[in-house]
């Protein structure tokens, strides 16, 4: 199978855009140690444009810290981030900033603000960024928290959610200024399955819309091999594979192997 | 021997590096805060939340630091004859040194750990992270709007909390201890100058600028984990305390 033969996978057969150019994101031979510890060891990875892309590895990996060097949130101790050929460690903080517009971004902890309610929260990007008037950010707001299904939740506040329903409210605050680029941190993980299908449906919907780049952090395995065209498997800040999913899913290598049927017996042994 | 050196060496790098980070952050909060637009509305938020919320704690402590003032004032000016002049000392001490000095420790217990622990949590909730991803400089959206109110609430709640200590020493001088009326407030207009009062307030402008920096600073930089919250907490109130003394001898030597 040839990057130009890819189908849509999450919608069967309809052929997928060409995409313009080159990888939307390069990671450059990158390195991180946290507290002293390595949690990136030499990353080289592409991120492929107008694809999803979804991240896989135990926890602990590394997933979240690198996913947190692609909108330079941190800064690595060697290496380099390409966005588009420009390197975000290299860049001013007005500049980071202005290229970070192209970005819409789910934390893992979901990272709503509590001084504010789930409306504000949704509209806080759109206020702050935007001159829209009041009345089309209603709108635009009320449509993105009818898509995660909390229409009703607006006035509420993030200390009074449900774990799922944070999520989701971070995952309509991430979209609500249609980003190119969206990094997703376990968008899926902790709710009830009819609610994560209907999460990773509109995820793919919207990527039918509009086609944008994205990378998505899951645990969801093999679930998530139906929802996205490229894998990427992290173990110990090493990249272990990148390749399309039906590539992944056959692949001989014994930890990638044990990763997808959650084995117990495998190069990884945990107790 | 080179150990000792070592480790005393480290510990002063790290401290001057501290220092370093506080003054960059000091400077980077003040800039944004002047660059146009100013964000009116959160701090006029700062404002309500520093000032408002803070004025009772500052009438309770005033009046009673008036009414010993007048006590104690009483006690002491009668040995020599001057009872008369307790006006003039309650005034002084008030406006000079206690009504800045006072109202700066409330406003650092009452509303400077509030602002720690609440930009704290931001940070380890990665809300703060959350705004940086959206292209929205946190300095300028949190940290400066706090800083402006701070800057306005502090020197005001100094101006209330003198008001009322006057009318606490007054209550006590002259209600309780049977002091004219006339001579009380009549000494004080004589003594207390306009610098007096120019003083004082430039005194809770540089209290409000300490209390404002080190609380935001510390909430800022707080360490993962909910201990770290309660640890920055803790080293706000103590460093911006200690500060406010140290800088009350600075400025009154200056000032004098
Ligand atoms: N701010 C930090 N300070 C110190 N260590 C950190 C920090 N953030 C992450 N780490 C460490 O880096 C390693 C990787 O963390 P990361 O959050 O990327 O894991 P992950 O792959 O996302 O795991 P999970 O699937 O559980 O979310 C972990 O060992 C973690 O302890
Ligand atoms: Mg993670």
Known sequence: MTENDWVCRPCGLEKLPEPQGGPAIRLVDLVKALDGKKVLDGID?????????AVIGLSGAGKSVMLKHMIGLERPDAGRVLVDGVDLTRLSRPE?????????????????????????NVAFPLREKTALGEAEIRERVHMRLAQVGLEGAGEKFPDELSGGMVRRAA????????????????????????????????????????????VMISHDIPDIFCWSHHVVVLHDGKVVLSAPAEEVFRSSDPFVRQLIHGDIAGPVHLM | MLALAEAIGTRVLRKIRAMGGMTIFL???????????????????????I????????????????????????????????????????ALSLIRELGPVLSALMVTGRAGSALTAEIGIMRIGEQIDALETMGIDPIRHLVSPRMLGALVSVPL???????????????????????????????????????????GLLKSIAFGLII????????????RGAEGVSQSTTSAVVLSSVLVLIGDYLLTSVLL
């Not at chain 2, 000032?51 to 009414?67: E, H, Q, R, Y």
């Not at chain 2, 404002?212 to 360490?223: E, I, L, N, P, R």
Request: aromatic content about 10%; glycine content about 10%.
């Open chain 1, 96 to 120: 980071l900033y202005r290229i970070r517009r192209r970005f819409g971004m789910l934390f893992q902890g979901g990272a709503l603000f509590d001084s504010l309610d789930v409306f504000e």
């Open chain 2, 212 to 223: 404002s920096w080190v609380c935001t600073f510390k909430g800022y930089h707080t360490a």
């Open chain 2, 51 to 90: 000032g408002v919320k803070s004025l009772f704690v500052i009438v309770l402590t005033a009046s009673f630091t008036g009414m010993v003032l007048g006590l104690q004032g009483y006690y002491t000016l009668r040995k020599f004859a001057a009872e008369g002049l307790l006006g003039s000392a309650v």
């Open chain 2, 157 to 199: 709640l100094a101006s209330i909390f003198d008001v009322i200590g006057i009318l606490g020493g007054y209550l006590v001088g002259v209600k309780l201890l049977g002091l004219n009326q006339g001579v009380y407030f009549g000494q004080m207009e004589a003594s207390v100058m306009l610098k007096d009062v120019s003083d």
């Open chain 1, 171 to 214: 995952l309509a605050r991430a979209m609500v200024m249609d980003p190119e680029i969206l990094l997703l941190d376990e968008p899926t993980t902790g709710l009830d399955p009819i609610i994560r299908n209907s999460i990773l449906s509109l995820i793919c919907h919207m990527y039918h819309q509009h086609c944008f780049t994205m």
């Open chain 1, 45 to 53: 990875l592409d991120i492929p444009r107008q694809r999803i892309t």
């Open chain 2, 27 to 49: 400077w980077a909060s003040l800039s944004s805060a002047v660059a146009p637009p100013v964000p009116l509305r959160h701090v006029v938020k700062q404002v309500h939340f």
